[in-house]
């Protein structure tokens, strides 16, 4: 999969690079938000929004973040073969962590 498919080896890096943030971000408790940027992939860039709850708690946060990726759509090889059958899209839910630094 990485060597042929994701060619991890040519393409070492992905990346969410965030652009806007839509709803209210909570200074303590749940918040429920979209986030909205450009998720590099395979070495191409690609319009994304995401989902995302987050909980904080003093200067720690922790959250969740749902978002598809049409990896075929993107022009990353279909694994499929005649034994192996794959969706184009990958539905991927990232856990997340850290902590809150104000600015001096």
């Known amino acids: 999969m990485h060597r042929e498919i994701l060619e991890t080896e040519k393409y070492p890096e992905v990346v ?29 860039g690609h319009n994304l929004t995401a989902l995302a709850h987050a909980e904080l708690t003093g200067d720690h946060w922790t959250g969740t973040a749902k978002f598809e990726v049409p990896y075929v759509q993107w022009g990353i090889k279909d694994p499929s073969n005649f034994l192996l059958k794959v969706k184009p899209v990958v539905n991927v839910e990232l856990e997340m962590s850290g902590d809150v630094k104000s600015e001096k």
């Open 16 to 44: 969410f690079r965030l652009a806007q943030v839509d709803g209210k971000v909570e200074p303590s408790g749940p918040s429920d938000v979209k986030l909205s940027g450009v998720f590099t992939i395979h070495g191409a």
